[in-house]
């Protein structure tokens, strides 16, 4: 799920929920882990934002409202962040999946420290969707990870990883969950997530609309 990835030794008052990100705290601090015209985490997290501001998931409309007025108070940093940007203090504040963002927050260590924060509001999640191609050169081996990728261990890897995996409630009730990354994991509730359709219906409405609501070229 979307979260903001904060750098707290250039942020003091860490934000909570998406409105905080409009306050003049965050001049120049805030931005999106990739380009919302042709990225999905970007256009995922414009879409949150949103659904946190009288938006849904069939209406993507007010996170381009959201981030133009982000964009006019000054707070939206127009780069493509990366964990460099928010180390350096240059992105201080990133748009980014969970997984990212704690993933960031173990390679650095504490140097700077860095706090990853569900927004109260907005809580949007994505899936990654595998398949194999019917082209497949071996598709039996390719069979046989798929069975290894969804097997409890396979899932307890992606869990390691700070993912929630698609098999993760079957395992809780069945006990198989490994408890140490369980319990690294943020608290997810109230998560909305999108259908297919729901998805390419918001990235339409987000990719196309972007520069002339929001009005920010992201590079």
């Not at 569900?118 to 990654?128: A, I, K, L, N, Q």
Request: charged letters at 15%; proline letters at 6%.
């Amino acid at each position: 799920m979307l979260a903001f990835e904060v750098n707290t030794a250039a942020v003091t008052n860490v934000p909570k929920d998406w409105s905080d990100l409009l306050k003049a705290d965050y001049k120049s601090q805030v931005a999106l882990a990739g380009d919302p015209t042709v990225s999905n985490q970007a256009i995922s997290g414009v879409w949150a934002a949103g659904i946190a501001n009288g938006g849904s998931l069939d209406n993507a409309q007010p996170g381009l409202d959201f981030f133009k007025k982000l964009n006019d108070a000054g707070n939206f940093v127009p780069i493509i962040s990366k964990t460099a940007n928010v180390a350096s203090g240059e992105t201080p504040i990133r748009i980014a999946w969970t997984y990212n963002g704690l993933a960031d927050r173990d390679k650095l260590a504490g140097n700077p420290a860095i706090e990853v924060v569900v927004p109260t509001s907005g809580r949007f999640g994505g899936m990654y969707v595998q398949a194999i191609s019917a082209y497949a050169p071996h598709p039996n081996a390719a069979k046989l990870w798929m069975d290894f990728l969804y097997s409890d261990q396979g899932q307890n890897l992606w869990l390691k990883g700070y993912c929630n995996p698609i098999r993760y409630d079957a395992m809780v009730k069945a006990g198989t969950v490994d408890p140490a990354a369980q319990a690294k994991l943020p608290d997810t509730a109230g998560t909305q997530l999108p259908t297919l359709d729901q998805i390419t219906k918001a990235t339409d409405v987000i990719t196309k609309n972007w520069a002339t609501v929001v009005g920010a070229t992201v590079k």
